[in-house]
């Protein structure tokens, strides 16, 4: 069974780190409900959730896809790019030991997992301002000894690299290739954003269908024109702390 951990949004929400869009005010209760949304959209697809309680003192950590990267063999705990982010590792770890081997991003490196794309056995990392060069060795160093190998893929414009770019079926990425170098992806197919839409990019294939931010419909319609079925969430307030619906879940297979 498909197990996705999730956590319920921290009450400091409105101090979550901000730096490529401009910080507005972010209605809590608004923000809540829609995780709840997004948390029984999964739970509708059939998947396990684990529900974890909110952190009142750290803002981000309902985007607990920053916490580790999942693979099937191991799960890579990361080390944040913002120093407020460090702490939300801590029970995290504790929740995955039983269902992978834990291997750990240490100094000088720092990863957020939204800067992480498996595609195979291929890891994209973003190198951005939360994620650096010495996270993809390490990466390497951690997992070369099941096949997978790592590459720097360099940023403009956004915040993590599945903002620009994320998967949606095994041959097939959703991106804007505005924000991102796009050499190393071109062995994939690509649907690219509507270019009214340069945030919509961030997408999570599971169960075979699509999760997909409802207020992209152009990205949307696209997405159905190359015959995949969308599943609609409303996510706007917490797009507001920079999230997508990747951000939001770590998804074990």
Same mark, same amino acid.
């Given at each position: 069974?498909?197990?996705?951990?999730?956590?319920?949004?921290?009450?400091?929400?409105?101090?979550?780190?901000?730096?490529?869009?401009?910080?507005?005010?972010?209605?809590?209760?608004?923000?809540?409900?829609?995780?709840?949304?997004?948390?029984?959209?999964? %739970?509708?697809?059939?998947?396990?959730?684990?529900?974890?309680?909110?952190?009142?003192?750290?803002?981000? *950590?309902?985007?607990?896809? +920053?916490?580790?990267?999942?693979?099937?063999?191991?799960?890579?705990? &990361?080390?944040?790019?913002?120093?407020?982010?460090?702490?939300?590792?801590?029970?995290?770890?504790?929740?995955?030991?039983?269902?992978?081997?834990?291997?750990?991003?240490?100094?000088?490196?720092?990863? +957020?997992?939204?800067?992480?794309?498996?595609?195979?056995? *291929?890891?994209?990392?973003?190198? *951005?301002?939360?994620?650096?060069?010495?996270?993809?060795?390490?990466?390497?160093?951690?997992?070369?000894?099941?096949?997978?190998?790592?590459?720097?893929?360099?940023?403009?414009?956004?915040?993590?690299?599945? &903002?620009?770019?994320?998967?949606?079926?095994?041959?097939?990425?959703?991106?804007?290739?505005?924000?991102?170098?796009?050499?190393?992806?071109?062995?994939?197919?690509?649907?690219?954003? +509507?270019? *009214?839409?340069?945030?919509?990019?961030?997408? %999570?294939?599971?169960?075979?269908?699509?999760?997909?931010?409802?207020?992209?419909?152009?990205?949307?319609?696209?997405?159905?024109?190359?015959?995949?079925?969308?599943?609609?969430?409303?996510?706007?307030?917490?797009?507001?702390?920079?999230?997508?619906?990747?951000?939001?879940?770590?998804?074990?297979?």
């Amino acid at each position: 069974m498909t197990i996705a951990i999730t956590r319920e949004v921290s009450s400091r929400f409105n101090d979550c780190e901000i730096t490529h869009i401009d910080r507005t005010p972010i209605d809590l209760e608004l923000a809540r409900g829609q995780h709840r949304d997004y948390v029984n959209s999964l %739970l509708d697809l059939g998947i396990k959730v684990i529900e974890l309680p909110e952190e009142p003192d750290l803002p981000d *950590s309902v985007f607990v896809e +920053d916490t580790a990267v999942i693979l099937p063999e191991v799960a890579i705990i &990361t080390r944040p790019g913002a120093d407020s982010r460090k702490f939300e590792t801590d029970s995290i770890t504790r929740v995955l030991a039983p269902y992978r081997r834990l291997v750990r991003i240490t100094e000088p490196a720092t990863l +957020d997992g939204g800067d992480v794309l498996v595609l195979g056995r *291929s890891i994209f990392v973003g190198l *951005s301002t939360r994620s650096n060069h010495f996270a993809v060795e390490q990466i390497q160093e951690l997992v070369g000894e099941y096949g997978y190998v790592s590459f720097g893929v360099p940023l403009r414009n956004c915040l993590h690299l599945k &903002t620009a770019v994320t998967q949606v079926d095994e041959n097939t990425v959703l991106i804007n290739k505005g924000w991102l170098d796009t050499h190393q992806l071109r062995s994939f197919n690509w649907i690219e954003v +509507d270019p *009214s839409e340069p945030f919509a990019a961030n997408c %999570l294939p599971i169960n075979n269908q699509i999760v997909f931010p409802a207020a992209f419909p152009k990205t949307g319609e696209g997405l159905e024109r190359h015959g995949h079925k969308i599943r609609l969430v409303n996510v706007e307030e917490l797009a507001k702390a920079e999230g997508a619906v990747t951000c939001c879940s770590l998804i074990l297979e």
